[in-house]
């Protein structure tokens, strides 16, 4: 068993700049990959970025690529997401995510296993 505690979202003006963060708790969080996704209203939850066990890889949507950076520290059983540029249409329910069954980084949401309970984020144009 895995939880999941997401924090950090909230209301910012296009051009600024959020970061997520994720705390772990259950499995030795070192041992599996994780992962973000967002959902917008009315939408499919999509990926935004993933990250392997050790941090050592990472995989970003395109629509993010170059202004989201997804990082962990695994001795805080913590990962997180760095929004820059953040637009409009960034604006989503952003969920962590865990994959217990695979250490590398990956965008197959049905591979992750545990999730968050989300947090929103808000950005004014």
């Known amino acids: 068993q895995v939880q999941l505690v997401e924090s950090g979202g909230g209301l910012v003006q296009a051009g600024g700049s959020l970061r997520l963060s994720c705390v772990a708790s259950?499995?030795?969080?070192?041992?599996?990959?994780t992962g973000w996704f967002r959902q917008a209203p009315g939408k499919e939850r999509e990926f935004v970025a993933g990250?392997?066990?050790?941090?050592?890889?990472?995989y970003y949507a395109d629509s993010v690529k170059g202004r989201f950076t997804i990082s962990r520290v695994n001795a805080k059983n913590t990962v997180y997401l760095q929004m820059n540029s953040l637009k409009p249409e960034d604006t989503a329910v952003y969920y962590c995510?865990?994959?217990?069954?695979?250490?590398?980084?990956?965008?197959?949401?049905?591979?992750?296993?545990?999730w968050g309970q989300g947090t929103q984020v808000t950005v004014s144009s």
């Open positions: 995510a865990a994959d217990v069954h695979s250490s590398r980084a990956h965008s197959d949401y049905v591979g992750y296993d545990y």
């Open positions: 990250i392997s066990w050790s941090g050592g890889s990472a």
């Open positions: 259950g499995r030795t969080f070192s041992s599996y990959a």
